[in-house]
């Protein structure tokens, strides 16, 4: 079973629902960190590292003397990344998205794919539960290969959590897409209404269920709540704006480690999941 | 010579579009500003990255010798530069202003980009 959790907004609690989750399954769990622009699952998990790959796009060198400027490969681009302009042919590596077309498509063979490092997969455990990562390369912006490799680590018999990345564009679809179920968190805001609104338009083309949890559930007001009664959307979990929770994030302290009332939502939330999506949450089928 | 200027509307006396590769035209004249060609821009204007090496490539292919705008990114600097295509920046005012500048030498070129990437 794969679940992701989105957000939309940023800062609403995604790691937070993600790790206690995560916690709470044991060694049933895996999580994947799949924010690969800031990963944070392990200041709060404190996983040790025990693999780390480096993970490469291909992307396209043009042998200009074999070229004979026919422009295949500009016209399959989508991107921009490879470009027959005057004499020549110039490539932008940092567009490239590696599908390979260009190179496949040169008529004269003159066109050879070469390695750009994106960052790392790292992979670990964090107590039972068995932690993936993926790092970018400080300075690289192109983040859906990597999540790909890092989603590539999915092992088919764990419960993997993925941690989406704020926001509704490319990484948020990479991170989610296969996914039996995605837990939306928020926040009962307008910010936290008007991003959930287009996170949830974005996702539901992908046909995943969704479920939201309402962070920090006693400010703001009930728009949130109408949004989900209107477009029937299950309140899966409501979390107060507590104190104790807040100073336990401050010290990297799980919310069920600073809440420990808060275990058995989080052991009913993966319940009310497999109930959801018809998967039973405990047995060899999971 | 042939001229392109990235541009509000399609006449000489419509207005410059500083933004090169998402001007909603481009339009090209010859010396003595008689409009050659007026290429709708629109499908670019939206692009969602790789607006510039296009709109530098649809120069390109029509031979233009010297570009008029008002800003150019590294990307589209790169792919004019390949083609040999000369930029003339930080230009306002009508097509025809900014042709005549050019007759009387009062137009910078670039001998690099002036505006950051788009990410």
């Known amino acids: 079973m794969i679940v992701a959790v989105a957000s939309g907004k940023g800062g609403t609690g995604k790691t937070t629902v993600a790790t206690s989750l995560a916690s709470v399954l044991g060694d049933r769990a895996q999580i994947l960190d799949c924010d690969v622009e800031e990963p944070n699952c392990h200041i709060l998990l404190k996983p040790t590292i025990l693999t780390t790959d480096t993970v490469n796009l291909p992307v396209p ?41 260009c190179s496949m498509l040169c008529p004269e063979e003159a066109i050879h794919e070469v390695p750009r490092n994106l960052g790392v997969v790292e992979t670990g455990m964090a107590g039972p539960v068995e932690f993936v990562q993926g790092r970018i390369r400080i300075g690289e912006a192109m983040a859906p290969p990597l999540i790909r490799a890092v989603k590539a680590r999915i092992r088919n018999n764990k419960f993997a959590i993925l941690d989406a990345p704020p926001g509704a564009s490319c990484p948020v679809i990479t ?23 287009i996170a949830v338009e974005a996702i539901k083309d992908l046909g995943i269920p969704i479920g ?33 929770i807040a100073e336990g994030y401050a010290k990297g302290a799980l919310l069920i480690e600073s809440m420990p009332e808060y275990a058995d939502k989080f052991k009913k939330l993966t319940d009310d999941i497999s109930m959801i999506i018809g998967i039973p949450s405990k047995g060899s089928s999971l | 010579m042939k001229i392109a200027v990235t541009s509000t509307g399609k006449t000489i006396e419509s207005v410059i579009d500083p933004r090169f ?3 909603p035209f481009i ?7 008689n409009l050659i060609e007026a290429i709708d821009n629109s499908k670019n204007v939206n692009a969602f990255r790789g607006a510039g090496i296009q709109a530098a490539k649809t120069i390109a292919d029509r031979k233009v010798d010297l570009l008029l705008t008002g800003r150019c990114g590294p990307n589209a600097f790169t792919a004019l530069e390949a083609a040999g295509v000369k930029v003339g920046i930080e230009q306002s005012g009508t097509i025809r202003e900014a042709v005549e500048r050019v007759k009387r030498n009062e137009v910078p070129l670039a001998d690099k980009p002036n505006a950051e990437a788009h990410w």
Do not use: Y
Not at chain 1, 72 to 93: D, H, L, R, Y
């Open chain 1, 175 to 197: 991170t989610v897409k296969g996914s039996d179920f995605v837990i939306m968190v928020t926040e009962p805001t307008p910010f936290g209404l008007n991003d959930l609104e």
């Open chain 1, 212 to 244: 939201v949890v309402i962070n920090r559930s006693d400010i703001g007001d009930s728009a949130v709540r109408d949004f989900c009664r209107n477009r029937g959307l299950p309140l899966l979990m409501e979390i107060p704006h507590h104190r104790r």
């Open chain 2, 27 to 33: 339009v090209i004249v010859d010396d003595d500003c």
């Open chain 1, 61 to 101: 060198s043009v042998d200009l003397e074999k070229c004979s400027l026919c422009g295949k490969c500009g016209e399959v681009c989508q991107f921009s990344a490879i470009v027959p302009i005057g004499k020549t042919v110039i490539a932008f590596p940092e567009l490239c998205h590696g599908c390979g077309a």
């Open chain 2, 21 to 23: 590769g998402r001007a």
